[in-house]
């Protein structure tokens, strides 16, 4: 498989890079990092109608580019380079993954203009206060009521969720577990019985929420494909989301061991730069070996996603596990090769290392993903 970047694809990277240097440097992410609703809106404004990135994974006939999965890991990793304060992986990844894979033709003819358009902000609402990144994590209820549903419950670790123009809500069926009885719901934001919580979370750079469905109503059309028959739909859903967090990782990789090179040309200790040091070349040596490793099994999962492949469970668990593992290890070592300075606020290390630590955690930590292909081995790679 060739993983080498098709002229347009290596130009969008370039200029996505072009504008993120502009209005994503370190002055514009703290000033995003405390904006209202924890985003620059005139910068969003630029990123959905200006470059059009919202519309990447949806088709040409909702009013999207019709591109694909590399090219939208090509963007998450400039955007990871760059810690990217705005919703874009929510809506742009995770959103527009879920309405593509779960919606009828009617719901995206509907809903995915305006997510193209970056003027309705979508996030998943799909993990339970256990934190298992999983379908049987689903801990929100739903029962038919009429003509159609009432949903009850909570859902953590929801991306974007106090931002979120529409939520894309997992719950389960009352007494059932695992992959069973799982059905996916659209919500609006301020449906009545809805209730968001903006959470602290370590990276400041993500918002994240927690809400508290109390007797929410929704109807019929607002049923993603059959209820109760979800399961394997999130499962994919939760895979794709998992490959876009990956590329968003190995951007972090890469600044953090760009950000370690040019301190150690430039530091200098008992008379010369310590990129001199054996010990420090030897620490960006093994800071490279991981990002590129991190990156190949990136690319392979991104070309697996574009093409649908039956392979899709295994490559996301492979690029998130391997991603997560060398993020929070170039983060580390860049903030060593720093030294006191690294965790300042002036310098960018910390938010690097910050965004990191929960990216390991966000849709299974490199255990998870390993266990999982692990038993997927053992059933013979189904």
């Not at 577990?177 to 979370?201: K, M, W, Y």
């Not at 929704?218 to 895979?239: F, H, M, N, T, W």
């Not at 600044?255 to 730069?273: P, W, Y």
Request: with cysteine; net charge negative.
């Amino acid at each position: 498989m060739n993983f080498a970047f098709t002229e347009e694809q290596q130009e969008l990277r370039e200029m996505a890079r072009a504008f993120l240097a502009d209005h994503s440097g370190s002055e514009q992410v703290r000033a995003a990092m405390a904006a209202d609703g924890g985003f620059d809106a005139g910068v969003w404004k630029r990123i959905a109608s200006e470059l059009g990135w919202c519309a990447v994974l949806v088709p040409e006939d909702c009013g999207g580019l019709g591109l694909g999965f590399v090219e939208l890991a090509a963007l998450l990793e400039v955007t990871g380079e760059s810690l990217l304060v705005a919703p874009f992986f929510s809506t742009a990844c995770v959103g527009a993954a879920a309405l593509c894979q779960a919606g009828s033709a009617q719901q995206q003819a509907e809903h995915l203009p305006s997510l193209a358009e970056g003027s309705t902000l979508v996030s998943l609402a799909a993990v339970g206060p256990g934190g298992d990144w999983d379908p049987s994590g689903v801990r929100a209820t739903y029962r038919a009521d009429g003509q159609g549903f009432v949903l009850d419950g909570e859902a953590r670790y929801v991306i974007d969720g106090c931002s979120a123009d529409l939520l894309i809500v997992a719950a389960r069926a009352e007494g059932t577990s695992g992959g069973d009885g799982i059905g996916l719901f659209l919500v609006r934001g301020d449906a009545p019985g809805l209730a968001c919580e903006a959470v602290p979370t370590m990276d400041p750079t993500r918002p994240q929420a927690t809400l508290r469905l109390a007797e929410v109503a929704v109807g019929a059309e607002a049923s993603l494909g059959r209820p109760g028959e979800q399961g394997p739909v999130l499962r994919k859903i939760l895979d794709l989301a998992s490959v876009g967090l990956a590329a968003e990782l190995v951007g972090v990789a890469q600044r953090c061991l760009d950000l370690a090179v040019d301190h150690a040309k430039e530091r200098v200790q008992f008379g010369r730069t310590i990129g001199s040091f054996q010990s420090i070349k030897h620490k960006c040596a093994d800071m490279m070996v991981a990002t590129e490793a991190a990156r190949s099994a990136l690319y392979y999962a991104a070309c697996v996603a574009a093409e649908d492949g039956d392979a899709l469970p295994q490559a996301a668990a492979l690029a998130k596990a391997t991603a997560s593992e060398a993020a929070f290890r170039c983060a580390a070592d860049s903030m060593q090769i720093h030294g006191g300075v690294g965790f300042t606020w002036e310098y960018d290390v910390h938010l690097y290392l910050k965004r990191a630590r929960a990216g390991e955690s966000l849709f299974g930590t490199p255990a998870f993903h390993r266990e999982r292909v692990a038993a997927m081995l053992l059933d013979g790679g189904s």
